[in-house]
C-alpha cells in the first residue's frame, strides 16, 4: 500500500484545504513547531481509514471557529498496483466513497471493504476504540505512544497469526485442538481462565461451606456469649448494690455546693476591684488636673523673673541713648493728607471684607446651630460642667496666629511711634495770649510737635511760618499709618480693642480649654457613651455665631467703602509717592526710640504678669489646688492600696478556680448518677436476653448446623480434587501446543532479531501468547518491558513494529507506517541506529514521520516537508 495524496479541508485547525501530494514510496519526512498542525494531518489519514463516516462524535474534527463547517478527507493510494480513491466528509453531509480499480464501493460498504482490506474491525456504534483498530493501530502511531506496544500488538493479534500461519506453513490450530478446548471447557466450569478463582459447582461448594460455617460459627459465638452475659450480669448486680449503697453522688454534689460559695465570692470581689479601679482612675485624672494648673503658676512665676531681667537691661539701654539723641534733628514730609485718605479708605475698605466674611460665617454658623439643636433635641442633659467650660471657652475663642501677628506688629508700631516723635519739630511755648496754629487757638504752657509746615498767627504782630527741615519724617508718618491700619484691621478680625484684651482672652480661652480638656477625661470615665461631643458642637457654634455678630455691629459702616484693590492700590501709590522723600532715620533717634519702645513692652509684658500672679482670685485658686493636690495624692495612694489589696485577695480565691471545682463535681454527680443508670438498664436488657436465649433451643441448633458443615466440606474437596486434575491435563497439553507455536512464531522471532541488533546486540525479545514483547534478554538477565526506562521502550516500540510490518508485508497484507514525534526520549547514538533501521524499512515499506525536530533528521537523505510551507502552498 502506497500514498500518493493526501486533501485535507475544513479539519481542526486547517480551516480551508491542504493538499499533500507527490508522496514518496519510502521515507517521507514532514516537519514543523509543536501546533503547527503535522499530528492533525496524522489524524485526518487515521479518520479516512478508521473512522465511521456517520459517527456523530466526530464533532470535535470541525474547523476552529467554524460551527458550520464541513470536515472532509481525500486519499489516493495504490493498492497490489491498483490505483485507489477513498474520500470521506464528517458531521454535515456525510458521506464515504472508495475507488478500487474501476469499482466504486459507497457508505458502508466502503467501510467493510478497508476493514478487510486493512485489516482493523469496525466498531458497532460510537468512536474507534483500541481493541478494533488491528494493524493500522499497531503500525499508526500517536504522539507519544511509541513506548505502548504491548496493547497495539494484542489488539492486532489475529492478524499476525494469520501472517505467521501463512509464512510458516503449519495450523493455527494444531495447539488449540479440541481436546485442549475440552479441557479448559470442564475446568471453566470450575475455575477461572485468568485468576484461577473458583466458579460453578466449585464455587457454590465453597460458599455453601463458607456459608454453614459462619452459621455453626455465629451459634457458637452466641452459645459463648450465653455464658458471658451470666457471668456479667452477676458482676453489675453486684456493682449496682455497692454504689447503691453508697451514693457517691451525694458527696460530689456536696463539694459542688461549696465550691460555688467560693466561686460567688470571688466574683463579689472582682465587682469590689472594678469599683476600686475605676475610682482609681477618676482621681487620678482630678490629681492630674491640679498638677497642670500648679505647673501653669510655676511657668508663670519663671517668666516674671524673666521679664525683669530683660526689663532692667532695655532701661540701661534708654539711658544710653537719650544721650546720643539730643543731637538728632528730624525732617519734614509731604503728600501726607493724601496718604492718610488713602490710608483712612484702606482701612474702611477692610472693614467691608470683614462685615463681608463675618455675615457669611455667621449664615454658616447659623445653619450648623440648627442643624446641632436638632440632633440634641431628642438627646439627654449633657454634664453641666463640661458644656459651661465648652460654651465660655467657645466664647473667647481667638485666632492665635493673628494673635502673634498683632504682638509683632504692637513691638513694631511702638518703636515707630517713638521714632516719628524724636523725628518731629518740637516749640515749647509759655503764653500770655492766645495765639493760632493753622487756625486753631493755643495759649498757656505746652509743646508743639510739627510734623510738616505750620502757620502760626501772632495777632497784630503778624505770623510765623515754620517750615522742618528735611528729613525721613513723611516716610515714617506714612509708614506709622499703614502699621496702624494694619493693627486695626487686626484688631477688628480678632474683635479685640486692643493687645492686652486678646492676650488675656487668649490666657483665659487656653486655661478654658484645659480645663474643658481635664473635665472631658473624667466625663469619659463616667459616661464614654455620652452625647457632651454634640452639645459642646452647639455650644462653640452659638458662641462663635454670638461673637461674630458683636463684631459684626463693632465695625464702621462700610456703605460707601470703595473695592478693596483699588483702595489699596490708591494706597500703595500715596505710600510710594510719600516714600520718595523719605529720608533714613537717625541711628541715635531709632536707637533711643527702639530702646523706649522695648522698655515700654517689657514693662506693660511684666506689669500683665505680675497683677496675674498676684491677683487675689489666682492666688485663692492656686492656695485651692495646691491644698487639694495633697489631699488627693493621699486618696490616689489610699485608693491604690485598697486596690492592691482586694486583687490579692481576689488571687487568693482563684487560686484553685472554684467555679472549674463546682463544675467538676457536678459533672462527677451527673457522671455518677448516669453509671448507676446505665448499670440497671444493662441488668434488665441482660435478663430478658437471657430469658430468651435459654428458651430458644441453641444446643440442638448447632448440633444439626455441625452435621451439614462436614457434608458440605466433603463436597468441596470432591469438586476441588476434579478441578487439580483439570488443571494438570490443560497444562500438560498446553505445553505441547507451546512447542508448535514456537515454530510458528519462527519469522516473526527472524525480524525482530534483524532490527534489534542494531541497538541491542547479543540479545533477544521473548514474545508473549498475544506476541507482544515481554522481555529484553541481555547480559544474562531478562527485563520486563515496565522495568525498562522510557527511551528504551520508545526504542523497542519503532523496531518491533518494523518487524510486525515486514511480518504483514510478507504474507500479502497491506502497510503504511506513520510514527508522529518518536524518539524524542532517545539519546545520539541510538537515534542514529533508528535512522537506519527505518532506512532499510523504507525499501519495502512507506513511512511518513512527523517531528519538530528538523536538526535531528537531516541527514536521512530525504526532502523535509515543512507544514508552514505546505499552508502557504495551500
Known amino acids: 500500500m502506497k500514498l500518493h495524496s493526501i486533501a485535507i479541508q475544513e479539519f481542526k485547525q486547517f480551516g480551508g484545504r491542504l493538499v499533500i501530494d507527490d508522496l514518496q514510496p519510502g521515507l517521507n519526512l514532514f516537519t514543523g513547531p509543536n501546533e503547527a498542525g503535522k499530528s492533525t494531518i496524522a489524524e485526518a489519514v487515521r479518520a479516512v481509514f478508521l473512522e465511521r463516516y456517520k459517527a456523530s462524535h466526530l464533532k470535535d474534527l470541525l474547523p476552529w471557529g467554524k460551527a458550520s463547517g464541513q470536515p472532509s478527507v481525500e486519499v489516493s493510494f495504490d493498492l497490489d498496483g491498483t490505483a485507489c480513491t477513498l474520500s470521506k466528509q464528517f458531521v454535515t453531509r456525510q458521506r464515504c466513497e472508495l475507488k478500487i480499480g474501476q469499482t466504486a464501493f459507497g457508505e458502508d460498504e466502503a467501510e467493510d471493504k478497508l476493514a478487510a482490506l486493512l485489516g482493523f474491525s469496525r466498531a458497532a456504534r460510537g468512536p474507534l476504540k483500541a481493541e478494533n483498530a488491528g494493524v493500522p493501530g499497531l503500525l499508526w502511531v500517536q504522539q507519544g505512544g511509541t513506548q505502548e506496544v504491548r496493547d497495539s500488538t494484542g489488539h492486532a493479534v489475529q492478524y499476525l497469526r494469520d501472517a505467521l500461519t501463512q509464512l510458516s506453513g503449519g495450523s493455527e490450530s494444531a495447539g488449540e485442538d479440541a481436546l485442549i478446548a475440552a479441557v479448559q471447557r470442564e475446568l471453566r466450569q470450575l475455575l477461572t481462565a485468568r485468576t484461577q478463582k473458583s466458579t460453578g459447582p466449585l464455587a457454590e461448594a ?55 460559695q467560693r466561686a460567688d465570692a470571688a466574683a463579689e470581689l472582682e465587682r469590689g476591684l472594678q469599683q476600686l479601679a475605676q475610682s482609681l482612675q477618676v482621681s487620678e485624672a482630678e490629681l492630674a488636673l491640679s498638677l497642670q494648673q500648679e505647673q501653669s503658676a510655676l511657668e508663670l512665676e519663671a517668666a516674671v523673673t524673666r521679664d525683669r531681667q530683660q526689663l532692667d537691661a532695655a532701661r540701661a539701654a534708654v539711658s544710653a541713648a537719650q544721650i546720643e539723641h539730643a543731637d538728632a534733628t528730624a525732617s519734614v514730609t509731604q503728600f501726607e493728607q493724601a496718604s492718610n485718605d488713602a490710608n483712612r479708605a484702606l482701612e474702611l475698605a477692610n472693614a467691608a471684607v470683614t462685615a463681608a466674611d463675618l455675615r457669611s460665617q455667621i449664615g454658616l454658623l447659623r445653619a450648623e446651630n440648627e442643624r446641632l439643636d436638632a440632633a440634641i433635641a431628642d438627646a439627654s442633659k449633657a454634664n453641666d460642667a463640661v458644656l459651661a467650660a465648652t460654651r465660655d471657652a467657645a466664647a473667647l475663642e481667638i485666632d492665635e496666629a493673628k494673635l502673634k501677628r498683632l504682638a509683632k506688629l504692637a513691638s513694631e508700631l511702638s518703636v515707630l511711634r517713638a521714632r516719628t516723635e524724636a523725628a518731629m519739630t518740637r516749640i515749647e511755648y509759655r503764653l500770655n495770649s492766645t495765639i493760632t496754629v493753622d487756625d486753631a487757638q493755643v495759649s498757656g504752657d505746652g509743646v508743639l510737635r510739627l510734623e510738616g509746615e505750620k502757620r502760626i498767627g501772632l495777632g497784630a504782630l503778624g505770623e510765623l511760618r515754620v517750615i522742618p527741615g528735611v528729613s525721613n519724617l513723611p516716610a515714617q508718618l506714612s509708614e506709622l499709618a499703614s502699621l496702624e491700619a494694619q493693627q486695626s484691621q487686626l484688631l477688628q478680625a480678632l474683635g479685640v480693642a486692643s493687645l492686652g484684651e486678646g492676650e488675656s482672652r487668649h490666657e483665659q480661652w487656653k486655661a478654658l480649654v484645659a480645663q474643658q480638656k481635664s473635665q472631658a477625661k473624667i466625663l469619659e470615665v463616667h459616661a464614654p457613651q455620652g452625647i457632651e461631643a454634640l452639645r459642646a458642637a452647639s455650644a462653640t457654634a452659638a458662641a462663635r455665631m454670638d461673637a461674630s455678630n458683636e463684631r459684626l455691629a463693632g465695625l464702621p459702616d462700610v456703605s460707601a467703602a470703595p473695592p478693596l484693590d483699588e483702595a489699596r492700590r490708591n494706597a500703595e501709590i500715596a505710600r510710594d509717592a510719600l516714600e520718595a522723600a523719605r529720608k533714613v532715620l537717625a541711628q541715635a533717634a531709632e536707637k533711643r526710640s527702639t530702646g523706649m519702645a522695648t522698655e515700654e513692652s517689657l514693662a506693660a509684658q511684666l506689669q500683665r504678669k505680675e497683677a496675674q500672679l498676684s491677683g487675689a482670685a489666682f492666688c485663692r485658686n492656686r492656695a485651692q489646688w495646691q491644698a487639694k493636690i495633697v489631699e488627693q495624692r493621699v486618696q490616689v495612694d489610699a485608693v491604690r492600696k485598697q486596690r492592691e489589696g482586694r486583687e490579692r485577695e481576689l488571687e487568693a480565691a482563684r487560686l484553685d478556680d472554684p467555679a472549674a471545682e463546682a463544675k467538676r463535681y457536678r459533672a462527677s454527680a451527673e457522671l455518677a448518677r448516669g453509671e448507676q443508670n446505665e448499670r440497671q438498664v444493662k441488668i434488665a436488657g441482660l435478663r430478658s436476653q437471657l430469658e430468651t436465649v435459654g428458651a430458644s433451643g441453641l444446643g440442638e441448633r448447632l448440633a444439626a448446623v455441625e452435621a451439614k458443615v462436614e457434608q458440605a466440606t466433603r463436597r468441596k474437596e470432591e469438586l476441588g480434587l476434579r478441578a487439580s486434575a483439570l488443571s494438570l491435563l490443560d497444562e500438560v497439553l498446553v505445553d505441547e501446543r507451546d512447542a508448535a507455536v514456537a515454530q510458528l512464531r519462527a519469522p516473526l522471532t527472524e525480524r525482530l532479531g534483524h532490527y534489534l541488533k542494531r541497538i541491542f546486540p547479543q540479545s533477544a525479545i521473548a514474545l508473549g501468547d498475544d506476541l507482544s514483547p515481554a522481555t529484553l534478554e541481555r547480559d544474562g538477565r531478562a527485563d520486563t518491558l515496565d522495568a525498562l526506562s522510557f527511551g528504551t521502550r520508545e526504542q523497542l516500540g519503532i523496531l518491533t513494529r518494523l518487524a510486525y510490518a515486514d511480518l504483514l508485508k510478507a504474507s500479502g497484507r497491506p502497510t503504511l507506517l506513520m510514527l508522529d514525534d518518536a524518539a524524542v526520549h532517545t539519546d545520539a547514538a541510538r537515534r542514529d541506529a533508528i535512522k537506519r533501521a527505518l532506512i532499510d524499512a523504507a525499501t519495502r515499506h512507506q513511512i511518513l514521520v512527523f517531528t519538530c525536530h528538523p536538526e535531528l533528521w537531516d541527514d536521512l537523505g530525504v526532502r523535509q516537508r515543512a507544514i508552514d510551507d505546505l499552508k502557504v502552498a495551500a
Request: net charge negative; aromatic share 6%; proline share 2%.
Open 206 to 260: 465453597e460458599q455453601n461451606l463458607a456459608r454453614l460455617t459462619e452459621e455453626r460459627d455465629a451459634l457458637e459465638q452466641q452459645r459463648r456469649q450465653f455464658e458471658e452475659n451470666i457471668a456479667r450480669l452477676a458482676a453489675l448486680q453486684e456493682a449496682f448494690d455497692d454504689t447503691q449503697h453508697k451514693r457517691p453522688w451525694e458527696l460530689h454534689e456536696q463539694k459542688a455546693a461549696l465550691a460555688q
